[in-house]
């Protein structure tokens, strides 16, 4: 199936652990991104990547690394976990920087709980 | 800075009535604006997605339209059912490029 999968779906975990979030498309678009889900449904930008460069990184702490080793993948690292950074986390794809004619596609998902 | 709303933040109808979903943008300068669709507790779907030249995109049951120079877009949704109860998303693509600018959402729910 030609998607944007990213795993795990659900992650619980506790205060100042590390973790990461790891995002695969197999579209063959070129720009690969971190978007926020708050707790109030709210989704905004947190990275975007154009062929393994970053190209935005939207005043996010510098606890979270994103990374970057092909275009097709873009993980998420998350270290020193505070309860704030429980969200629903989304990766998504799109062609020419989302100027293209599909559009952005996005994962599932991942749903961080930190306790 | 790009702002986008949506209103209403919350719509419920009988089953058959027609749903009307309304989305504003502060900034005409867009590449595309893109209407998805959120299950509770799922990803996101892509419904239409209009580029900035056309006027609206059709979709089965689904119209959406773009006045970029107003800054609007409407999203309808013929004869509504339950199964079309979710949240419905408008974003729009910057010119400035890279990225969505998500509104908050309108919650929807289709009583049979």
């Known amino acids: 199936d030609t998607a944007v999968s990213q795993t795990p779906k659900y992650l619980v975990t506790q205060m100042g652990n590390d973790k990461s979030i790891k995002c695969e498309q197999n579209?063959?678009?070129?720009?690969m991104y971190w978007y926020k889900q708050d707790s109030k449904k709210f989704l905004k930008i947190m990275f975007s990547?154009?062929?393994?460069?970053?190209?935005i990184n939207e005043t996010v702490p510098n606890r979270f690394s994103p990374k970057s080793p092909d275009k097709a993948h873009l993980n998420l690292h998350i270290n020193s976990l505070e309860l704030g950074d429980s969200a629903v986390y989304f990766c998504?794809?799109?062609?020419?920087?989302?100027?293209?004619?599909?559009?952005?596609?996005f994962g599932s998902g991942t749903r961080l709980t930190v306790v | 800075k790009q702002e986008v709303t949506q209103i209403p933040a919350a719509l419920s109808v009988p089953e058959g009535e027609n749903l009307v979903l309304n989305c504003s943008f502060t900034?005409?300068?867009?590449?595309?604006l893109q209407w998805f669709r959120q299950d509770p507790g799922k990803g996101l779907t892509s419904l239409l997605l209009?580029?900035?030249?056309?006027r609206e995109q059709t979709s089965g049951r689904l119209n959406a339209s773009l006045d970029k120079s107003s800054g609007r877009s409407t999203l309808y949704i013929a004869a509504s059912q339950p199964g079309d109860s979710a949240t419905y998303l408008c974003?729009?693509?910057?010119?400035?490029?890279?990225?969505?600018?998500f509104g908050g959402g309108t919650r929807v729910l289709v009583k049979p």
């Open positions: 974003a729009v693509a910057e010119a400035a490029g890279n990225k969505l600018t």
């Open positions: 579209l063959g678009h070129d720009t």
């Open positions: 900034d005409s300068a867009i590449y595309n």
């Open positions: 998504a794809s799109s062609q020419d920087q989302g100027t293209g004619s599909n559009g952005y596609t």
């Open positions: 209009i580029q900035s030249s056309q």
């Open positions: 990547y154009n062929n393994k460069e970053l190209i």
